[in-house]
């Protein structure tokens, strides 16, 4: 390696080409054989995926057509009609033909037919027509449209298979034309199966049957579609089958375009079994052969590609396979080609890359001895004058800087750094005093290059980043203050401004540019300029970032201050400058006032005491007088402060006053003082007022009053307290009365208290004897009411069975009436019979008409006709007797409803009655039953009242004793009331019952008016349910009798 740096540039650069020439022609050559043998195998792969996809593609697109063809061929009303008139000639052929119609279709159509197999679609008509069943009409009518759509498609052939399984129709006239697919020797065909799916299809739907050896067509693989037919009302007629064209499928999956010389390809089936026939094979494969391989089993699977494996022949090639899917199942598509036909072409590439490659480096070494010449004298030249530079000598000559090539460059360019190394000596102190400029500056800074890389930044920036570094991560990703330099300057932004910076950026001429955005609660300003050197091109970018946060809260609460605060500026000499919206307002002037105002210090004696305080460096707070309102005639009051505006030096250089307007505050709140005064005064009144009538109550006398008006607000008060003290009046008047009636009364409860002791005594004898002759009537009672409720009983019982017996005549009733409409609507139907018999009688002489015009052809039908007439005479009478029938029973059902009306009639008379009687029965019973409980209730009263009785007799002794005390209270309540001063004269204790008896009155007083006062203390008596005895047993008493009469009685 030393030996090959010694040499010369003369003779090392020819070696050097030399051998670079080797080397690369040889890797060129080793490479180009390499990728073109790749390229030739994925070349060939990709022709054989295409075709795979191309021929798998084409084969589903054939089916789907057939599919639609099919479906639109039963989809139109000529089919339909086809298959509807070919079956019912077959019919008439099955019902009236000497021999089966299978028979003679055959005959006509196949061993009649003057056409060989495989032509006799060319017969339209038989030789003899079928002309007894029209057969032969209809399939000269409908067998050209059907060959036309076979031959237009090239369909093998195409079937009407009716309802039956008959085989009715068929292009081809193949052996299975007019056999039977459920009974006939084709029950197990594909087309029978297909047929039978199809018949079980709703419309729209498809049925196929997958290639198989089909007899008819001797033996050969066929496949069927088929697909049922209906008819305009949507009845199923029959099927409509296909036979697939086994030569188009095969001519669509093999054809040759594209195989090559070896390639072939073929369709296999689920059973992995060929479908179509090989290339190559020298018989028919199709349904022969079985093809099993990791390709067949990967498409089978529902898999596409390509692989290199033994081909079905057992070659090694490339095989290419596709699924394709058929009416749900799944076959395999595979394309094959020998990997021999691959590799031919590779050798004959590397033959030929050989050779071109010799050629190539001879001719350069040639070149490259003459040009190495070329190349070192002049190197040596700039070597030499290099070395002159390197000592600082910036004034040497440079030669060979007019030559064109590379070396006339390194001239050029050795005389380019010899002159920048010139300028650098100069402008290298100038950048010391710029970086240094940079690093200190109190602006955020970023320096940038051309890339768009962040270089460096000063130690402002890095203060930003590092203050605000919470707000920068939550919005940019993997955001780190100590990691700016290096990274993408749109990488420090968010998304959102990332293209636009970045659009910035490539196009300097937009520069300076200015972009505002906001992270959280921060708000940022960055301003990004081009850097350009000494010629005006640039070289970089500086980002200069601004946190405008402070100055946006800042504006904000100035705009807040304008807005709703009173601001004046005045001048150091106190001479009103300026002011806002809301002190314009305020003072109500227009700055054209402004110089008519007085200065701060003389427009107030507060004003001047503040106008001091600020020049001696003060913030004076408090409500400080403006002008009057010219409008109001108010004084202006401001509620706020002022403040000097101070330089450096501390000289002021305005006077700011800040606040709110308060001159309606102020006047509400005067206003409100003078309100609370008056009303203090008001109330003060009243107090003493109500202080002297309260101490004349206090000392008893109740005919006080104030008489002295309040105001308004209180006036109710003044009235409420005459009212209350009047009404104390009127009420310890009451009580005194009631003391002295009390009093007097006690006396004469005492004695009625004995008077009512000895009635108490006769009362006890007169209740015994009441209550013997109460035990005997409650006895009858009870016996009468037992007797009540077994009657209502009976009654009950009549009424129900007279209840059902009512519905079984109504429904009778309604049975019948059903029967008289069956009736009718079995007259109407022997009507109809009735017409039906007389128009087939019609149609009948009619046919018989015709059948004597035919003669002889016609005998038959004539007899067949007579027979029709003679039978639809017999339904005429048969429907004639009926309907006399139905008439005499529609009389004899009238008049049977008629008759069960009456008796329903009769049945719902009786059922009322038999009602009326259990509801008078019921309410007896109900009567006897009260009675015989009132008459208990009232003798168990009757033996309670007897033990009150005995009870009352000690009570009275009680109350003796209570009238006494009660005499005791009432002096004593006398005194009580005896110091408060009413204005009325006392009264002596009288009666307050006037000329009523003093026994009378107690009574009266105690048992009919109870007060709540005082409870008195009686026996509690035992519950009792008299409530309906005494209400019986109660009488009327007149109003003029007196409290006494009949006492004794009683």
Same mark, same amino acid.
């Given at each position: 390696?030393?030996i090959?740096?010694?040499?010369?540039?003369?003779?090392?650069?020819?070696?050097?080409?030399?051998?670079?020439?080797?080397?690369? #022609?040889?890797?060129?050559?080793?490479?180009?054989?390499?990728? +073109?043998?790749?390229?030739?195998?994925?070349?060939?792969?990709?022709q054989?995926?295409?075709? !795979?996809?191309?021929?798998?593609q084409?084969?589903?697109?054939?089916?789907?057509?057939?599919?639609?063809d099919?479906?639109?061929?039963?989809?139109?009303?000529a089919?339909?009609?086809?298959?509807s008139d070919?079956?019912?000639?077959?019919?008439?052929?099955?019902?009236?033909?000497?021999?089966?119609?299978?028979?003679?279709?055959?005959r006509?159509?196949?061993?009649?037919?003057?056409?060989?197999?495989?032509?006799?679609?060319?017969?339209?008509?038989?030789?003899?027509?079928?002309?007894?069943?029209?057969?032969?009409?209809?399939?000269?009518?409908?067998?050209?449209?059907?060959?036309?759509?076979a031959?237009?498609?090239?369909?093998?052939?195409?079937?009407?298979?009716?309802?039956?399984?008959?085989?009715?129709?068929?292009?081809e006239?193949?052996?299975?034309?007019?056999?039977?697919?459920?009974?006939g020797?084709?029950?197990?065909?594909?087309?029978a199966?297909?047929?039978?799916?199809?018949?079980?299809?709703?419309?729209?739907?498809?049925?196929?049957?997958?290639?198989?050896?089909?007899?008819?067509?001797?033996g050969a693989?066929?496949?069927?579609?088929?697909?049922?037919?209906?008819?305009a009302?949507?009845?199923?007629?029959?099927?409509?089958?296909?036979q697939?064209?086994?030569d188009?499928?095969?001519?669509i999956?093999?054809?040759?375009?594209?195989?090559?010389?070896?390639?072939?390809?073929?369709l296999?089936g689920?059973?992995?079994?060929?479908?179509?026939?090989?290339r190559?094979?020298d018989?028919?494969?199709?349904?022969?052969?079985?093809?099993?391989?990791?390709?067949?089993?990967a498409?089978?699977?529902?898999?596409?590609?390509?692989?290199?494996?033994?081909?079905?022949d057992?070659?090694?090639?490339?095989?290419?396979?596709?699924?394709?899917?058929?009416?749900?199942?799944?076959?395999?598509?595979?394309?094959?080609?020998?990997?021999?036909?691959?590799?031919?072409?590779?050798?004959?590439?590397?033959?030929?890359?050989?050779?071109?490659a010799l050629?190539?480096?001879?001719?350069?070494?040639?070149?490259?001895?003459? #040009?190495?010449?070329?190349?070192?004298?002049?190197?040596?030249?700039?070597?030499?004058?290099m070395?002159?530079v390197?000592?600082?000598?910036?004034?040497?000559?440079i030669?060979?800087?007019?030559?064109?090539?590379?070396?006339?460059?390194i001239?050029?360019?050795?005389g380019?750094?010899?002159?920048?190394?010139?300028?650098?000596?100069?402008t290298?102190?100038?950048?010391?005093?710029?970086?240094?400029?940079f690093?200190?500056?109190?602006?955020?800074m970023?320096?940038?290059?051309?890339?768009?890389?962040?270089?460096?930044?000063?130690?402002?920036?890095?203060?930003?980043?590092?203050?605000?570094?919470?707000?920068?991560?939550?919005?940019?990703?993997?955001?780190?203050?100590?990691?700016?330099?290096g990274?993408?300057l749109?990488?420090?932004?968010?998304q959102?401004?990332?293209?636009?910076?970045?659009?910035?950026?490539?196009?300097?001429?937009?520069?300076?540019?200015?972009?505002?955005?906001?992270l959280?609660?921060?708000?940022?300003?960055?301003?990004?300029?081009a850097?350009?050197?000494?010629?005006?091109?640039?070289?970089?970018?500086?980002?200069?970032?601004?946190?405008a946060?402070?100055?946006?809260?800042?504006?904000?609460?100035? !705009?807040?201050i304008?807005?709703?605060?009173?601001?004046?500026?005045?001048?150091?000499?106190?001479?009103?400058?300026?002011?806002?919206a809301?002190?314009?307002?305020?003072?109500?002037?227009?700055?054209?006032?402004?110089?008519?105002?007085?200065?701060?210090?003389?427009?107030?004696?507060?004003?001047?005491?503040?106008?001091?305080?600020?020049?001696? +460096?003060?913030?004076?707070?408090?409500?400080?007088?403006?002008p009057?309102?010219?409008?109001?005639?108010?004084?202006v009051?401001?509620?706020?402060?002022?403040s000097g505006?101070?330089?450096e030096?501390?000289?002021?250089?305005?006077?700011?006053?800040?606040?709110?307007?308060?001159?309606?505050?102020k006047?509400?709140?005067?206003?409100?003082?003078?309100?609370?005064?008056a009303?203090?005064?008001?109330?003060q009144?009243?107090v003493?007022?109500?202080?002297?009538?309260?101490g004349?109550?206090?000392?008893?006398?109740?005919t006080?009053?104030?008489?002295?008006v309040?105001s308004?607000?209180?006036?109710?008060?003044?009235?409420?307290?005459?009212?209350?003290?009047?009404?104390?009046?009127?009420a310890?008047?009451?009580?005194?009365?009631?003391?002295?009636?009390?009093?007097?009364?006690a006396?004469e409860?005492?004695?009625?208290?004995?008077?009512?002791?000895?009635?108490?005594?006769?009362?006890?004898a007169t209740?015994?004897?009441?209550?013997?002759?109460?035990?005997?009537?409650?006895?009858?009672v009870?016996?009468?009411?037992?007797g009540?409720?077994?009657?209502?009983?009976?009654v009950?019982t009549?009424r129900?069975?007279?209840?059902?017996?009512?519905q079984v005549?109504?429904?009778?009733?309604?049975a019948?009436?059903?029967?008289?409409?069956?009736?009718?609507?079995?007259?109407?139907?022997?009507?109809?019979?009735?017409?039906i018999?007389?128009?087939?009688?019609?149609?009948?002489?009619?046919?018989g008409?015709e059948?004597a015009?035919?003669?002889?052809?016609?005998?038959?039908f004539?007899v067949?006709?007579?027979?029709?007439?003679?039978?639809?005479q017999?339904?005429?009478?048969?429907?004639?007797?009926?309907?006399?029938?139905?008439?005499?029973?529609?009389a004899?059902?009238?008049r049977g409803?008629?008759?069960v009306?009456?008796?329903?009639?009769?049945?719902k008379?009786?059922?009322?009655?038999v009602?009326?009687?259990?509801?008078n029965?019921?309410?007896?019973?109900a009567?006897?039953?009260?009675q015989?409980?009132?008459?208990?209730?009232?003798?168990?009263?009757m033996?309670q009242?007897?033990?009150?009785t005995?009870q009352?007799?000690a009570?009275?002794?009680?109350?003796?004793?209570?009238s006494?005390?009660?005499?005791?209270?009432?002096?004593?309540?006398?005194q009580?009331?005896?110091?408060?001063?009413?204005?009325?004269?006392?009264?002596?204790?009288?009666?307050?019952?006037?000329s009523v008896?003093?026994?009378?009155?107690?009574?009266?007083a105690t048992?009919?008016?109870?007060?709540?006062?005082?409870?008195?203390?009686?026996p509690k008596?035992r519950p009792t349910?008299?409530?309906?005895?005494?209400?019986?047993?109660?009488?009327?008493?007149?109003?003029?009798?007196?409290?006494?009469?009949?006492?004794?009685?009683?």
């Amino acid at each position: 390696m030393n030996i090959v740096k010694k040499l010369p540039i003369s003779v090392k650069l020819p070696l050097i080409v030399i051998a670079l020439v080797l080397a690369s #022609v040889s890797t060129v050559s080793v490479l180009e054989s390499t990728i +073109g043998a790749r390229e030739l195998k994925q070349a060939a792969n990709r022709q054989l995926e295409g075709l !795979a996809r191309d021929r798998s593609q084409r084969f589903s697109e054939f089916m789907q057509r057939t599919q639609n063809d099919i479906m639109a061929a039963a989809g139109r009303g000529a089919t339909a009609q086809a298959l509807s008139d070919l079956s019912m000639s077959w019919t008439m052929m099955a019902q009236y033909g000497d021999t089966g119609p299978g028979e003679m279709l055959n005959r006509a159509f196949i061993d009649d037919n003057p056409n060989p197999v495989g032509k006799r679609r060319l017969l339209d008509a038989p030789v003899e027509a079928i002309d007894d069943y029209n057969y032969s009409g209809l399939h000269a009518l409908y067998h050209p449209e059907f060959r036309a759509l076979a031959d237009l498609f090239g369909y093998y052939d195409i079937y009407l298979i009716d309802q039956k399984g008959n085989v009715v129709f068929s292009v081809e006239k193949k052996a299975d034309f007019a056999s039977n697919l459920l009974t006939g020797p084709y029950g197990n065909s594909g087309l029978a199966k297909a047929a039978f799916v199809a018949e079980t299809l709703p419309e729209g739907e498809v049925a196929f049957s997958d290639f198989a050896a089909y007899g008819p067509s001797e033996g050969a693989p066929a496949a069927f579609m088929a697909t049922p037919i209906f008819d305009a009302q949507d009845q199923r007629v029959g099927v409509l089958a296909y036979q697939l064209p086994n030569d188009r499928i095969n001519a669509i999956v093999s054809d040759v375009s594209g195989l090559g010389e070896t390639g072939d390809a073929f369709l296999v089936g689920p059973d992995q079994i060929l479908r179509t026939d090989m290339r190559f094979a020298d018989t028919p494969t199709a349904l022969e052969r079985r093809v099993e391989g990791p390709a067949v089993i990967a498409a089978l699977s529902g898999k596409s590609g390509i692989l290199q494996s033994a081909g079905a022949d057992g070659d090694m090639g490339f095989t290419a396979y596709a699924p394709v899917n058929v009416f749900g199942r799944t076959w395999a598509f595979v394309v094959e080609k020998d990997e021999a036909e691959v590799t031919a072409l590779i050798s004959d590439l590397i033959y030929v890359q050989i050779i071109a490659a010799l050629a190539v480096i001879v001719v350069t070494s040639i070149i490259a001895v003459l #040009v190495a010449r070329g190349f070192s004298k002049p190197l040596t030249r700039v070597r030499d004058a290099m070395h002159v530079v390197r000592g600082g000598d910036y004034h040497v000559e440079i030669k060979d800087i007019g030559r064109g090539d590379e070396i006339g460059g390194i001239a050029r360019v050795l005389g380019e750094f010899r002159d920048d190394l010139s300028e650098a000596q100069q402008t290298d102190r100038e950048s010391q005093f710029r970086g240094a400029a940079f690093q200190a500056s109190g602006s955020a800074m970023l320096m940038v290059e051309e890339d768009m890389t962040v270089l460096h930044g000063n130690a402002a920036i890095t203060d930003l980043f590092t203050q605000y570094e919470a707000e920068f991560k939550a919005a940019i990703e993997n955001f780190s203050a100590d990691e700016i330099a290096g990274r993408p300057l749109v990488e420090l932004f968010p998304q959102a401004y990332r293209a636009e910076i970045h659009e910035v950026l490539k196009e300097p001429g937009r520069l300076p540019h200015e972009l505002r955005f906001g992270l959280g609660e921060i708000r940022l300003v960055i301003r990004i300029s081009a850097v350009e050197d000494a010629g005006g091109a640039p070289i970089g970018f500086v980002a200069e970032w601004q946190d405008a946060t402070g100055g946006y809260m800042n504006a904000a609460i100035l !705009a807040s201050i304008d807005t709703n605060q009173v601001r004046a500026d005045f001048s150091p000499d106190g001479k009103l400058l300026d002011g806002n919206a809301p002190m314009l307002k305020a003072y109500a002037i227009t700055r054209e006032h402004f110089a008519l105002m007085p200065k701060l210090q003389d427009a107030a004696p507060e004003l001047a005491d503040v106008y001091t305080r600020v020049h001696q +460096g003060e913030t004076v707070f408090g409500t400080f007088p403006g002008p009057v309102n010219p409008e109001t005639g108010e004084q202006v009051m401001i509620d706020g402060a002022f403040s000097g505006v101070k330089d450096e030096n501390g000289q002021i250089l305005r006077i700011i006053m800040i606040g709110k307007d308060v001159t309606r505050e102020k006047r509400a709140w005067a206003d409100a003082e003078a309100k609370r005064e008056a009303m203090q005064a008001a109330q003060q009144e009243v107090v003493d007022a109500l202080r002297t009538g309260l101490g004349e109550l206090a000392e008893g006398d109740l005919t006080t009053r104030i008489e002295s008006v309040f105001s308004s607000e209180y006036e109710q008060l003044r009235a409420d307290f005459n009212l209350a003290c009047e009404r104390l009046q009127d009420a310890l008047g009451k009580v005194v009365e009631n003391a002295n009636l009390i009093k007097g009364e006690a006396s004469e409860i005492s004695s009625a208290a004995d008077d009512l002791s000895v009635r108490t005594e006769k009362q006890a004898a007169t209740l015994e004897e009441t209550a013997t002759a109460l035990d005997q009537l409650t006895s009858s009672v009870k016996s009468a009411a037992e007797g009540s409720t077994h009657a209502n009983r009976l009654v009950d019982t009549a009424r129900e069975n007279a209840e059902a017996s009512g519905q079984v005549v109504h429904e009778a009733v309604t049975a019948m009436s059903e029967i008289e409409q069956s009736s009718l609507q079995i007259s109407k139907i022997t009507g109809v019979i009735d017409d039906i018999a007389f128009q087939t009688n019609l149609l009948a002489l009619n046919a018989g008409v015709e059948a004597a015009r035919a003669g002889d052809a016609g005998r038959g039908f004539a007899v067949v006709a007579s027979e029709v007439r003679a039978l639809a005479q017999r339904s005429s009478d048969a429907a004639r007797e009926i309907n006399q029938l139905i008439s005499s029973s529609g009389a004899q059902v009238k008049r049977g409803v008629d008759l069960v009306g009456h008796a329903g009639e009769a049945l719902k008379g009786i059922v009322e009655s038999v009602k009326e009687i259990s509801r008078n029965v019921s309410e007896i019973a109900a009567s006897s039953q009260e009675q015989s409980v009132g008459l208990a209730e009232i003798n168990t009263a009757m033996n309670q009242l007897d033990q009150v009785t005995q009870q009352n007799a000690a009570m009275f002794e009680q109350t003796t004793a209570a009238s006494h005390a009660l005499t005791r209270e009432a002096e004593s309540l006398t005194q009580a009331t005896a110091r408060f001063r009413t204005g009325q004269a006392s009264t002596p204790p009288v009666s307050a019952r006037g000329s009523v008896p003093v026994a009378a009155a107690a009574f009266e007083a105690t048992a009919l008016q109870p007060t709540a006062s005082e409870p008195v203390a009686v026996p509690k008596p035992r519950p009792t349910q008299a409530k309906v005895a005494v209400g019986q047993m109660s009488a009327p008493v007149s109003s003029g009798d007196s409290f006494d009469d009949g006492w004794d009685e009683f």
